[in-house]
């Protein structure tokens, strides 16, 4: 595995966490007793909108960089890392996630456009 290839899987990692950040804090939040901001407590906000781009986009990607099993990676890393955020930031991952999803979904498009 070249540089460059972890390299893509470590920011499309990123993504995935963050959007699931996004999408996960509400029922965290509510699991810990941490206040909850309205748009990550709403059906579907703009944020959360943004989250689920960023989630699916990076699964999309993923596979068409590398072999098949790159959308297992970034998924279950994903998952990993957002719950190790949760756990180290506590009621600031609001703020995080929802700064690191734009920050990230910026990075993927300057990254992977156009793909390969």
């Known amino acids: 595995m070249t540089d460059a290839e972890i390299l893509d899987l470590a920011i499309l990692t990123g993504t995935c966490a963050m959007g699931s950040g996004v999408i996960a804090y509400d029922g965290y939040a509510r699991l810990k007793g941490l206040p909850s901001g309205e748009m990550f407590s709403a059906d579907l906000s703009q944020v959360q909108a943004f989250g689920w781009i960023a989630i699916i986009g990076s699964l999309i990607i993923a596979p068409l960089l590398g072999p098949w099993w790159h959308f297992l990676v970034v998924l279950i ?28 979904l910026v990075v993927t498009g300057w990254r992977f456009y156009p793909i390969g």
């Open 77 to 104: 890393g994903g998952n990993i890392l957002t719950r190790i955020l949760f756990a180290s930031f506590g009621a600031f991952a609001q703020p995080v996630v929802v700064v690191g999803t734009f920050v990230m």
